[in-house]
């Protein structure tokens, strides 16, 4: 299956959707579901399009790491450490041994997935919130079970390494469950276990030699001036309707890629 426009729109379309994704990203999340199909629309292996994008779109990770490391439970840093490691190397790695046209028909249902689930995180991180001012006495003392926690964390940091999206989220969700209930704790290490797996991805894609650095440099660019410019304006915009946005598009472009392959 091709997916292709004429050259010079080729690259005004990566150079559009990674700026697009950046301020998404910024504003939102969910700037995967631009930037990584704008990487299949120049021709790019599916495996090696999802490798590219997510190396691309590191840095905007990592600087939000950097503004929340404060914020974190010392007692769960090593938990999520150990649990991104081996979540994202592995993830990585089984991407990496998939077949090309296997990850393809598998890309529409990722992109569902992920859409889906960044749209039930308004509601739950609505009720996230309820927890965290309904016990106020008790924001983080409540003793976890290490052990549980770290299985349930696991297969989620498999899934960010592999795809991605709307994993941060899965992490939040599992960590609330679990009974962490104060909201920049949960955002805190959702970033951190993001970035830590996506991490130990990268350094996967970039050892196996599936990342496209021409591609790669150009929507990293983009992607980081988008990121700059979502960031100034992030707090004007109304979040739901940013909501709304990244789960219709995502949906959208689930949609075309269910159609392409009927």
């Known amino acids: 299956m091709t997916f292709g426009f004429s050259s010079h729109w080729q690259f005004a379309w990566l150079v559009a959707a990674s700026f697009l994704a950046g301020i998404m990203n910024a504003m939102a999340g969910g700037g995967s579901f631009i930037s990584f199909p704008a990487m299949l629309a120049l021709g790019v292996p599916p495996v090696e399009a999802n490798a590219t ?3 691309a779109l590191w840095p905007g990770q990592l600087t939000s790491l950097a503004t929340l490391r404060g914020d974190m439970r010392r007692d769960l840093l090593p938990l999520i450490t150990v ?6 190397v592995a993830g990585a790695v089984t991407l990496l041994r998939t077949k090309q046209v296997t990850f393809l028909h598998l890309i529409p249902w990722l992109l ?3 859409s889906l689930i960044f749209g039930v995180s308004g509601p739950i991180s609505r009720w996230l919130r309820s927890r965290s001012t309904a016990h106020p006495d008790h924001v983080g003392e409540r ?11 696991l297969p989620v940091c498999f899934y960010i390494g592999y795809f991605g999206a709307g994993g941060g989220f899965l992490i939040m ?22 970035c830590l797996s996506n991490f130990c ?43 709304v946005f990244v789960v219709t598009t995502g949906c959208a472009v689930a949609a075309y890629f269910f159609w392409k392959q009927a």
């Open 112 to 114: 569902l997935s992920g």
């Open 143 to 153: 003793p976890l079970p290490l052990v549980w926690v770290f299985l349930a964390v």
């Open 201 to 243: 991805a990268i350094v996967t894609f970039v050892v196996s030699g599936r990342i496209l650095w021409h591609y790669c440099l150009i929507s990293m660019v983009f992607a980081a001036l988008g990121g700059y410019l979502g960031a100034r304006y992030a707090r004007r915009m109304n979040a739901n309707v940013l909501r």
């Open 53 to 55: 994008n997510t190396v």
């Open 83 to 88: 649990a991104s490691i081996l979540g994202g």
């Open 173 to 194: 969700t599992i960590l609330a469950l679990f009974g962490v209930e104060e909201m920049h704790v949960l955002n805190s290490l959702k970033v951190l276990a993001a």
